[in-house]
């Protein structure tokens, strides 16, 4: 079946960039996602990127896929303390059954 | 709008009981899936459903179940409670059927099972 897998762990300094990154093994995934969870709340919609595309932007975050190889990640620019949390990465390829990896758990140091 | 809600916001049931989670989705949005967070296995799909119907469904023993009503809330029910369904169970509404990319969570539902 599908596997979609993360790094769990990653801590940066205020205003470094992070990079979060993701595998994927369904290559026909056809929506693939960053969602973000904070401490006692459901999850948030950060962004998403069509499987068609190698690059999003939105305003600090940057969306890289590399489909041949099935990788995925997301870049914070200026990385704030607001920014840490658990990001998870998901994907799809039909309907809204989505397919998330573990979830990195995101560190930012004053 | 309102985003997605879901009651209660906690619960803690025995074993053997069963219980009921409620999700009303963001106004408009016609589907509505449901996920189990645990720590051991991360966030799982159960089902989806979409104008009334089960469109998706995951890998779920049958004590799990959901419904959706004609203005698409959605409930779904656990019976004969174990002790590993104890999670947060979220629920996500989208706009329609199609794959938008838009999916909204709500803030889940924390099951407690003792």
């Known amino acids: 079946g599908e596997d979609v897998e993360q790094s769990l762990f990653l801590s940066v300094r205020e205003g470094d960039s992070s990079v979060i990154n993701c595998t994927y093994t369904d290559s026909s995934s056809t929506y693939l996602y960053w969602y973000k969870q904070e401490p006692g709340a459901g999850l948030q919609l950060l962004t998403y990127?069509?499987?068609?595309?190698d690059m999003k932007q939105d305003q600090r975050l940057t969306v890289l896929l590399n489909k041949k190889d099935k990788h995925l990640s997301l870049r914070i620019a200026d990385t704030q303390t607001g920014d840490s949390a658990i990001y998870f990465c998901a994907e799809s390829n039909a309907g809204n059954m989505l397919t998330f990896g573990g979830g990195t758990r995101l560190m930012v140091k004053p | 709008k309102a985003g997605v809600t879901q009651t209660p916001r906690y619960l803690i049931k025995t074993r053997g009981q069963q219980v009921t989670l409620s999700c009303s989705p963001i106004?408009?949005?016609?589907?509505v899936s449901w996920y189990q967070q645990t720590p051991g296995q991360g966030l799982q799909f159960l089902f989806e459903y979409f104008s009334e119907t089960q469109r998706n469904k995951g890998n779920f023993p049958g004590r799990f179940s959901g419904r959706q009503f004609s203005n698409s809330r959605s409930e779904m029910n656990v019976s004969t409670l174990e002790l590993g369904d104890s999670a947060l169970y979220l629920c996500?509404?989208?706009?329609?059927?199609?794959?938008?990319?838009?999916?909204?969570f709500g803030p889940g539902t924390r099951l407690t099972v003792l």
């Open positions: 996500a509404s989208s706009e329609d059927g199609a794959q938008l990319g838009t999916q909204y």
């Open positions: 990127i069509f499987s068609n595309m």
């Open positions: 106004s408009g949005h016609r589907s």
